[in-house]
T-cell receptor, first 113, second 112 residues
């Protein structure tokens, strides 16, 4: 079965500091990994994805994620956090031959001024 | 950008009612999905469709059905609403396979 785990329910960081939101995955075969963000009372917005190639993936709003096959991780990062980055972040994995995404339970990011 | 719209942002229904949630996408994408989102549980897949009139059960299909008569429209049906179906319902569309999904704004359904 394809699954992802987000070990932290909440991450707190001060504005201007680097942020990391963690995600680990469990798949058979090649993983296709995604990050989404959800702002209050909104649907999910796509941030970035890893399909193949360079382990460092750059996405929207200055976010990036590093794919680490040996640690089965796909952590989301940003060098300098903004208060407006406060939101709910979801990691997701797509089965090798399937269509649907399996989502993690989400991590709430709070950036304080 | 793909635009996915959902018929209602907020909906209140009574136990036992038949409920229709509508989703429309404007980019001719093959795949459409229905998820429900609950605090602490993340998103769970209810049903998805990879073509008109085609559907596949997701992880939690019990108590739900779907309809896709046209490519742009994917409906979720609660045959007899129950209080444990109170949730946020999210529709998504994707080009296919491993492409990213585009989500609608969600419908917050309350069943009393």
């Amino acid at each position: 079965a394809q699954s992802v785990a987000q070990p932290e329910d909440q991450v707190n960081v001060a504005e201007g500091n680097p942020l990391t939101v963690k995600c680990t995955y469990s798949v058979s075969g090649n993983p296709y990994l995604f990050w989404y963000v959800q702002y209050p009372n909104r649907g999910l917005q796509f941030l970035l994805k890893y399909i193949t190639g360079d382990n460092l993936v750059k996405g929207s709003y200055g976010f990036e994620a590093e794919f680490n096959k040996s640690q089965t991780s796909f952590h989301l990062k940003k060098p300098s956090a903004l208060v407006s980055d406060s939101a709910l972040y979801f990691c997701a994995v797509s089965p090798f031959s399937g269509y649907a995404l399996n989502f993690g339970k989400g991590t709430s990011l709070l950036v304080t001024p | 950008d793909v635009k996915v719209t959902q018929s209602s942002r907020y909906l209140v229904k009574r136990t036992g009612e038949k409920v229709f949630l509508e989703c429309v996408q404007d980019m001719d994408h093959e795949n459409m999905f229905w998820y429900r989102q609950d605090p602490g549980l993340g998103l769970r897949l209810i049903y998805f469709s990879y073509d008109v009139k085609m559907k596949e059960k997701g992880d939690i299909p019990e108590g739900y059905s779907v309809s896709r008569e046209k490519k742009e429209r994917f409906s979720l049906i609660l045959e007899s609403a129950s209080t444990n179906q109170t949730s946020m319902y999210l529709c998504a569309a994707a080009q296919g396979g491993i492409y990213e999904q585009y989500f609608g704004p969600g419908t917050r359904l309350t069943v009393t």
